[in-house]
């Protein structure tokens, strides 16, 4: 009795090591994940794929040190030209933009619809349907950053898709309920999930017509908030990381909760500032050429390749080539700040 006894508690002096420990562990998995992916490797991977594919850049079902964003390459036609592609309609429960590299076309998004073309954006927003439609003759390429991983691990990810309207979650039950961006908003009659505010007055009862009143809410502020964004649009300003374009962030009127988009850019012979953060970064070098430091470790790059900055990672980036360098940055800034446990350290600022 007495040994089972101290087995017990063996077993609860280990479990509360484990709390102990797991931030040593976490350093050390992050220090030990891929940074670098190679875009040669992409497009020898594209290339096996031809004419019509999808590759992961970097998902944590890779090794990568992410836990909450993935970002991937959709293509479309390459080499044999366009071929008419569209997606089927569907939904689902992330932050979702998209970043056109190659074709046109447009997206029909909660009804409306979005024309766009090379340098374009979309936000898609939560829970909104949506399909995207390659118009033209010319080969469609686009990167997506999403925060699907983030809703697997709190268990609420939701995809519903056209094909497959057996498995709805939540669009089955009415025409009510494939019109509303709110996932399970039509299960219930509307007068009774509407907020009853001054009925009962206390402030228990606000606090609970307040938690009533947030889906519908939450529905408005996505149906107001932007979603296209033209690259022609797109506004660089100077700071101490050097030249950012902050394309889509809950600051600026996007409807994103998880994740945030910017552009960044270093001019030939130029560094970035130096930083580093308590949120997920990844990076897919659009243009230009040159190497980045994280931590330790030196990173050759040129158009093509990504990079995943392990959390709370010092990072600097280098122009050495003789055209001017563009990042695609998607990070989970905004999660982190949401939980209020954002952290910025800042370095060495940017040399112009
Ligand atoms: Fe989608
Ligand atoms: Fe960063």
Known sequence: MAQ??????DREFRDASDNNTFATREIERRRSSPVFVSGDDVRARMAAQEPTGMCFLIDPKLGFSVRSIRMWMNFFGLGEGAI???TLGHRHLIDAVIHIIKGRGYSVIDGIRYDWEPGDFLCVPTFAWHRHVQVGDEPMVYIAGTTTPFSMALGVSIHEDERFPEYWVFAQKSEEAR???IPGGAEVPESASQP???REPGREAQLYEQQVAFAPDEQTRR???RILIKGSEVEFGKTRMGSVATVVDPRIG???HV???LLAEIPPGHRSGAHRHMYEEVNHVLAGEGYSIVEDRRYDW???DSLCIPVFSWHQHFNTGSATSRFLVHTTRPAMENLGVQVTQHGEDADF
Do not use: H, V, Y
């Open 259 to 261: 994740m945030s988009t």
């Open 223 to 225: 149906r107001r908030a």
């Open 196 to 198: 009853m505010f001054g």
């Open 179 to 181: 019109t509303t961006l």
């Open 254 to 256: 996007f409807n994103t």
């Open 84 to 86: 008419g592609w569209k």
């Open 4 to 9: 089972t006894t101290t087995q017990g508690a």
């Open 302 to 304: 040129k158009a093509g």
